[in-house]
């Protein structure tokens, strides 16, 4: 949708109403440059995202959690490689099977 997007206006109004979760679009590459540079910059700090998206209020909640813990999980042990601490040493992706 993002390369259909001509003019500066539609561009604001689809960053808007039209967002996805990290690892869901069509930025990927330069979410996971970006990320990784700030882990190579020594950034330890917790990452928050919005996905403004007029379909989500459509959804059932508990789909649109799963999209942003799908998410959250790319983020932590996909990009950065890293376990996700929970207790009792859980990762998240275990809780996936």
Do not use: C, I
Request: avoid cysteine.
């Amino acid at each position: 949708m993002w390369q259909e997007t001509k003019t500066f206006e539609e561009r604001m109004a689809t960053a808007r109403t039209f967002r996805v979760f990290p690892g869901e679009g069509v930025h990927n590459e330069q979410l996971v440059d970006l990320v990784l540079k700030l882990d190579r910059l020594g950034y330890d700090g917790d990452y928050s995202f919005e996905a403004f998206n007029d379909d989500h209020q459509q959804m059932p909640l508990p789909m649109v959690a799963e999209r942003g813990r799908r998410s959250a999980l790319w983020l932590a042990e996909d990009v950065l490689r890293r376990s996700v601490p929970l207790p009792n040493q859980m990762r998240l992706k275990s809780l996936m099977n």
